[in-house]
């Protein structure tokens, strides 16, 4: 029990440092290939890799009512939130992009009384959700004169989106428990969703030749498919099948984080009063909010 515990966590701290960095990576990518694309190549690779492993290993796919389970999974929490993520870091910078997503918890909570309802909504939850929010408010004002520009709006709502279906993926993930392999289950998530994605993308056109993509491009998508989804992702969803959600989503204090730090560093990209002051209060609010849940549930490992 404590060993599991403790891997538990050793997942979640490396998926709050480690997934703050791929926003670096997924901004890269999305400036020389389809975002939607990139997201889709990066996780039918990985996955297929995930899966070749366990087939090859002897094991057999599960029955339609998991694969049903695993497939509506993947297709919230990579399909619709990593794809649409990825998509947006086309439009906006890395570091917004990472600010947006961290409101995850706040959703993650709503998500939580609606669905799981053993939470009681409290006035501190209010007002943490009032003080996240404040948070983005103050952020967006830096960039409100950007908002007139509809294709930074587009971004923007994409990112939106991406946080809903993530939170929502997120709590819909940790009431079901699948009777095969975390990792497997992990992989046949990252392969169905790489599959439907890269479908979507030639659908609509949103894909091009990656040997004609610059290099950089290639490092990046090397980069999210290794320590994105092989090791990042498969570290979330293990932490997540054994703690608490509310637990969990503490990376999301982390993550923006490490995101507007690697953004201005190497990329270049806004760093300013508004924007570092909004950040601190929109992690206050999440810490509001997560703290009022603790004191409901505790963090009970899962088997």
Same mark, same amino acid.
């Given at each position: 029990m404590k060993k599991e515990l403790g891997r538990a966590y050793i997942a979640l701290a490396i998926v709050s440092f480690f997934w703050g960095t791929t926003y670096l990576a997924s901004r890269v990518g999305a400036q020389h290939m389809p975002g939607l694309f990139v997201a889709g190549m990066r996780q039918f690779i990985a996955g297929f890799i995930l899966v070749s492993y366990f087939l090859i290993r002897g094991y057999q796919l599960p029955d339609w009512k998991v694969l049903k389970k695993i497939s509506i999974q993947g297709i919230l929490l990579l399909c619709i939130a990593n794809g649409l993520l990825t998509w947006s870091l086309q439009y906006i910078s890395s570091g917004l992009a990472a600010i947006i997503a961290g409101l995850v918890p706040l959703f993650i909570a709503l998500f939580s009384i609606l669905l799981l309802r053993y939470i009681k909504f409290t006035k501190w939850m209010g007002l943490g959700l009032l003080v996240g929010f404040a948070g983005i408010v103050t952020i967006f004002y830096e960039y409100l004169h950007q908002l007139v520009n509809p294709v930074f709006a587009f971004g923007v709502l994409l990112a939106f989106i991406s946080t809903l279906a993530?939170? =929502?993926? %997120? #709590?819909?993930?940790? /009431?079901? /428990?699948?009777?095969?392999?975390?990792? =497997?289950? &992990?992989?046949? @998530?990252?392969?169905? +969703?790489?599959?439907?994605? *890269?479908? #979507?993308? =030639?659908? %609509?056109?949103?894909?091009?030749?990656?040997?004609?993509? +610059?290099? !950089?491009?290639?490092?990046?998508?090397?980069?999210?498919?290794?320590?994105?989804?092989?090791?990042?992702?498969?570290?979330? #969803?293990?932490?997540?099948?054994?703690?608490?959600?509310?637990?969990?989503? &503490?990376?999301?204090?982390?993550?923006?984080? !490490?995101?507007?730090?690697?953004?201005?560093?190497?990329?270049?990209?806004?760093?300013? !009063?508004?924007?570092?002051?909004?950040? *601190?209060? %929109? *992690?206050?609010? !999440?810490?509001?909010?997560?703290?009022?849940?603790?004191? @409901? @549930?505790?963090? &009970?490992?899962?088997?």
């Open positions: 993530w939170s =929502f993926g %997120t #709590v819909y993930t940790s /009431k079901y /428990k699948l009777p095969i392999d975390i990792l =497997f289950a &992990v992989g046949l @998530q990252m392969l169905i +969703a790489g599959i439907i994605s *890269l479908v #979507v993308c =030639f659908i %609509t056109g949103q894909y091009t030749n990656p040997l004609h993509s +610059a290099v !950089v491009s290639w490092y990046a998508l090397l980069y999210l498919i290794v320590v994105g989804s092989l090791m990042t992702y498969s570290a979330y #969803v293990f932490a997540i099948s054994k703690l608490p959600p509310t637990l969990v989503s &503490v990376y999301a204090y982390i993550n923006p984080i !490490v995101a507007v730090a690697l953004g201005w560093l190497l990329l270049h990209e806004k760093m300013t !009063v508004n924007v570092i002051s909004g950040t *601190l209060i %929109t *992690l206050a609010g !999440v810490y509001l909010v997560n703290k009022e849940f603790k004191k @409901q @549930q505790k963090p &009970v490992i899962k088997t």
